[in-house]
């Protein structure tokens, strides 16, 4: 018998961790319960946990406090279960180490198909990895997962990482935000969605300190979408 996919869903509200129980194992999926963070963070310390529905708002241990302590130890996949769309939450989210993020009220078929996208994303980059990338002063190496600049570790988060690759594979081509939803994020709803990619590239800028006003590598192309580096440079 095929062993069900275990998700951990932390809210200190029973009626709402009650109900996402029901539609994930009406999904086939394996439901467990946390009514805060710190209880989550525990769990996941003692058993096997393939994906954590985090709420942003807790008692004892909010969702992002405890999304950095998960880092700590763990790379488990991440989804915000929050009430709040501001760009600062959201970037504090995506900092933290979050996967993506999900708002309240949701209906129970985006939920489930969310989750089944980060899991899927999540087994895709443990696949073998392709050559480094490199441009300019940037180095990426999907052997170790590490973005260099100028020979330097970058401290980029999940996200980040994953935008620099798509951007490397995606050299000079203006790529919308349409695009990296759907590349990145597997994002089937464009309610929020542009709110999310412009908070993840607002950090990851901040990561490459690479300035918005005369970017060396994220260009802003009006309209359009973004645009990383030129063809045929490195």
């Not at 029973?14 to 996402?20: A, C, D, F, L």
């Not at 279960?81 to 760009?87: D, F, K, N």
């Not at 002063?137 to 690759?165: C, F, W």
Request: charged share 25%; with cysteine; aromatic share 8%.
């Amino acid at each position: 018998m095929e062993q069900k996919e275990c998700i951990l869903v932390a809210d200190d509200d029973p009626e709402i961790r009650g109900m996402v129980k029901i539609v994930l194992e009406k999904a086939g999926f394996e439901a467990l319960q946390a009514e805060n963070g710190l209880v989550a963070i525990q769990m996941i310390q003692q058993q096997p946990i393939d994906l954590v529905l985090m709420d942003v708002m807790m008692p004892v241990l909010d969702g992002i406090q405890s999304c950095r302590r998960i880092r700590q130890f763990s790379d488990i996949p991440i989804i915000f279960l929050t009430v709040q769309a501001e760009e600062e939450v959201l970037a504090e989210a995506f900092s933290a180490g979050a996967h993506d993020y999900i708002y309240k009220p949701f209906r129970p078929k985006e939920l489930v198909v969310r989750i089944q996208a980060v899991l899927q994303r999540s087994s895709y980059h443990a696949a073998p990895p392709s050559p480094r990338m490199i441009y300019l002063e940037l180095e990426l190496d999907p052997k170790t997962r590490v973005v260099r600049k100028a020979g330097s570790p970058l401290n980029v988060t999940q996200m980040g990482y994953h935008l620099i690759e798509y951007f490397m594979r995606h050299m000079g081509e203006v790529v919308s935000k349409t695009d990296l939803l759907r590349d990145v994020w597997d994002y089937v709803e464009t309610q929020g969605g542009d709110n999310m990619v412009e908070a993840a590239i607002k950090r990851l800028r901040k990561d490459l300190q690479d300035d918005s006003r005369e970017p060396r590598y994220i260009k802003t192309i009006w309209g359009m979408g973004y645009r990383f580096g030129e063809k045929n440079s490195g």
